[in-house]
């Protein structure tokens, strides 16, 4: 259901604007120091995910595994910003690298994507087995937010988690190429762009040095990067081959997690922005769409993962105050 939110987001004196709420995370803000423990998660087909783990060891703490977006990771300050404020609550949480956003590649070619919903189910299901009695939740941004929403439409009541927020999600894959390809909005796709053409050299680096050939014939075979300017170019040259899509558009289509939201069962909480600049207003699902048990909040400023409140000498963080809020009103 569409709901106006509960309490709404009011920008900081001086950061009304979407692109100065987007990039003041990753350009000004200072993240917490946390102490965390690392764990190699080994996935079934023989690479590995690696999780950062902070908060208390109970078994049964609430635990909340949250998902970093494109080119993040677990030090990603929206990441450690949410840790952080877990565990002023006294709960628990571990923050997932996707494949090869750790430090460290990957071990197979595949890389890791915004429908890599199968690989979110392995870690469901390992984290369920490491702490079978505390209340589990999800948290993704971004990417990592269109990820746990498509698996939440695949598997409806089977999802093992007692409720999910998803932040600043791009519903429709194929839209939100589009969208940040237009105007300002086109200085994140170089951004972007680099990072991933960095992804995928580190990795024939990495392969080389190894001595995996395999892996390296496999990305040679996706032939000169040079010229790569759009998600479109990227997903059609490098996503799609890598992951066993046809093309972008096929890729686009799998992944979109819009097309899933009707089948969650779990209990969500959706936190949007009207001006994203990634995202199209008509690319954001209708009421009809969603289940019964998803809240969408929809805010008229924001940003993409900004949401920073207060003022520029104390900034505060909106999300990392509702997301625990809401969190805690889900029945464990």
């Known amino acids: ?52 783990w902070h908060g ?8 909340v595994l949250v998902l970093h ?10 990441v450690i910003g949410l840790q952080h404020a877990l565990a002023r609550r006294g709960w628990s949480s571990v923050a997932l690298n996707w494949r090869g956003c750790s430090g460290e590649p990957n071990l197979l070619p595949r890389s890791y994507h915004s429908g890599a919903s199968e690989d979110l189910a392995e870690t469901i299901e390992h984290l369920r087995a490491q702490r079978p009695q505390a209340p589990l939740y999800a ?3 971004s990417l990592g937010g269109n990820v746990l929403l498509k698996h939440l439409g695949e598997v409806g009541s089977a999802s093992h988690l007692q409720g999910a927020v998803a932040v600043s999600v791009p519903f429709r894959l194929d839209q939100c190429a ?26 024939q680096r990495h392969f080389q040095h190894r ?3 395999d892996g390296l014939a496999a990305l040679e075979r996706l032939g000169p990067l040079e010229n790569l300017r759009t998600f ?3 997903d059609g040259r490098v996503t799609a081959p890598l992951n066993g899509f046809t093309d972008a558009k096929d890729y686009y289509r799998r992944a979109s997690s819009r097309y899933f ?25 209708a009421a009809n769409e969603l289940s019964a048990g998803t809240t969408f909040e929809l805010h008229s400023r924001g940003g993409h993962v900004g949401f920073v409140d207060g003022s520029l000498h104390s900034p505060g963080y909106y999300l990392e105050r509702r997301i625990p809020q809401w969190l805690e009103t889900v029945p464990a």
């Open 56 to 63: 208390p060891h109970e078994a049964t703490t609430p635990l």
């Open 178 to 203: 589009d969208r940040i390809g237009l105007g300002f909005s086109r200085v994140y796709q170089a951004h972007f762009m680099r990072a991933m053409l960095a992804y995928v050299k580190d990795k």
């Open 261 to 285: 939201l009707g089948e969650n069962r779990t209990p969500t909480l959706i936190i949007h922005s009207s001006d994203d600049p990634f995202v199209f207003s008509h690319s954001l699902p």
């Open 232 to 234: 479109w170019d990227f």
């Open 139 to 141: 948290v993704g941004y």
């Open 69 to 78: 977006g494109l080119t993040g990771s677990s030090n990603s300050p929206y």
């Open 1 to 52: 259901m569409h709901l106006p939110p509960s309490s709404p987001f009011k920008p900081a004196l001086g950061l009304s604007n979407p692109h100065l709420q987007t990039l003041w995370g990753p350009l000004w803000r200072k993240p917490a120091s946390l102490s965390r423990q690392r764990e190699r998660m080994w996935l079934a087909d023989g690479d590995f995910l690696d999780l950062d």
């Open 211 to 213: 001595g995996h050939y």
